[in-house]
């Protein structure tokens, strides 16, 4: 029985919600080019598709074991491990966020979805996670902003950026970062050199575009592991 149909039975367990998206995911495990993993409660990995272990470049018999929040950046494992088990523990039964991977190309940022699985009485007993990697960007983009998400931001710069983005003004970001008016000025101007932006609206509206920061997060969060 493939795991496909395995997951037939384990949807019977689950809200009409949460068995979409089991019939869905384990699916993806018949198809060797999706992205997708089995895990432990303690997050480490029971197996994967092909397509999981190729994006790290690594073989299927090489991830048991391993934990999941090792293959990313460590800047992100705090955060993916604290919404991995809130879904373990039960809190929520999925999340998805943006993170950036450690994969063989180097690091990329990558959609990472996880849910959770449940045994025949209804108690959660692993998780499976999705990853959606960013498309690279083609090659006739010379004309494009220059951008590049996998090139990590100063933790002042994101600290700049996050609050030009909440619309706060010079002073304001100089009272709470405890810096000079002309300090922040530097910082702005330096991203805004880095993003081809004209004015502050524009190096949000391009920093937006790149993915630099967490989708639904307000107050904008630079997405982790962008910065150094």
């Known amino acids: 029985m493939s795991a496909g149909q395995d997951a037939i039975t384990e949807a019977n367990t689950c809200s009409p919600e949460q068995a979409d998206d089991l019939c869905r995911v384990w699916s993806l495990f018949d198809n060797s080019s999706a992205r997708i993993a089995h895990l432990d409660l303690g997050l480490r990995l029971i197996g994967s598709s092909v397509g999981f272990a190729d994006v790290f470049g690594l073989s299927v018999e ?4 391993l934990a999941l929040v090792d293959l990313v950046h460590v800047r992100a494992r705090d955060t993916l491990t604290s919404r991995l088990l809130s879904v373990a523990r039960g ?13 063989s190309e180097g690091r990329t940022c990558t959609e990472l979805t996880g849910i959770a699985v449940t045994d025949d009485t209804g108690r959660i007993d692993s998780l499976v996670v999705l990853l959606d990697l960013e498309p690279e960007p083609a090659d006739d983009t010379a004309g494009s902003p220059a951008t590049d998400v996998r090139k990590p931001l100063t933790r002042m710069e994101a600290l700049v950026l996050e609050g ?9 970001l100089a009272s709470k970062l405890f ?13 805004m050199k880095n993003l081809e932006a004209a004015n502050r609206s524009e190096l949000v509206s391009r920093a937006y575009s790149a993915g630099l920061f967490r989708r639904g997060s307000w107050p904008p969060l630079v997405t982790e592991g962008l910065v150094e």
């Not at 090489?62 to 074991?65: A, K, S, T, V």
């Open 62 to 65: 090489e991830l048991p074991g």
């Open 91 to 103: 809190e929520r039964s999925r999340f998805s966020d943006r993170v950036a991977a450690l994969t």
């Open 164 to 172: 030009v983005a909440a619309g706060m003004s010079t002073v304001q």
């Open 179 to 191: 810096l000079s008016r002309g300090g922040v000025e530097y910082h702005v101007s330096a991203l």
